[in-house]
């Protein structure tokens, strides 16, 4: 079973509407989530990190986090063209210690069209 | 604002060679990670350190080696480059006492072994 799951895609949504990503995740004990974008042959910068339940609004973003459902979403408003990318979900893996590890899934890729 | 550098954005590189592929930060970050990603595989960490001088493997180390002989620098070392070591190479670096297990990434080195 993969540690932290996600729809590979690719999502299609036109712009001006709502994108919605998600992320499931095995271990029950993570505290830390966070989502990545990462544009074609670039490397992945953090656009949103959440710790508690509920959700967490950044500008368009809005991330969502269920540790009952193990469960972790990222909502897009008002998609523009430029969105367009793959979105890496990661989480923290307490049984690392102090290492830092992160397990991240293998990306959904969300195509915004004009 | 957090700072990862990597040595080179493009390196091409014959079989056999040894390579090394460097890594800087200039946050004083304790933890610090290589990863490489390839098309359908995701990221894959390679190595990590989480202290000057301590290393751990990740999850696909052989073939590779590391070398942390001061904090804000990680080097990756490829002892006999091969056809299959072609790849993304990303490296990123946190910090414990900072936002909770935040990776930073640098640019990444593009790889190519001929």
């Known amino acids: 079973q993969k540690e932290v799951e996600q729809n590979s895609g690719p999502l299609s949504v036109p712009e001006g509407a709502i994108a919605s990503l998600n992320c499931t995740y095995s271990?029950?004990?993570?505290?830390?989530f966070f989502w990545y974008r990462q544009y074609s042959g670039k490397s992945p910068e953090l656009i949103m990190s959440i710790y508690s339940n509920g959700d967490k609004e950044d500008g368009r973003f809005t991330a969502q986090l269920n540790k009952a459902s193990q469960y972790v979403s990222l909502l897009i408003r008002d998609s523009q063209p430029s969105d367009s990318a793959t979105y890496l979900c990661?989480?923290?893996?307490?049984?690392?210690?102090?290492?830092?590890?992160?397990?991240f899934g293998q990306g959904t890729t969300l195509q915004v069209k004009p | 604002d957090v700072k990862v550098t990597q040595s080179s954005r493009y390196l091409v590189k014959r079989t056999g060679e040894k390579v090394f592929l460097e890594c800087v930060q200039d946050m004083d970050h304790e933890n610090m990670f290589w990863y490489r990603q390839d098309p359908g595989l995701g990221l894959r960490l390679i190595y990590f350190s989480y202290d000057v001088k301590m290393k751990e493997k990740g999850d696909i180390p052989e073939g590779y080696s590391v070398s942390r002989e001061k904090k804000e620098r990680f080097s990756l070392i490829l002892e006999s480059a091969s056809t299959n070591q072609t790849s993304m190479y990303l490296c990123a670096s946190s910090s414990p006492s900072g936002r909770e297990d935040t990776q930073y990434f640098g640019p990444g080195t593009r790889l190519t072994v001929l």
């Open positions: 271990d029950r004990v993570s505290q830390s």
């Open positions: 990661a989480v923290n893996l307490p049984a690392s210690g102090n290492t830092g590890k992160l397990i």
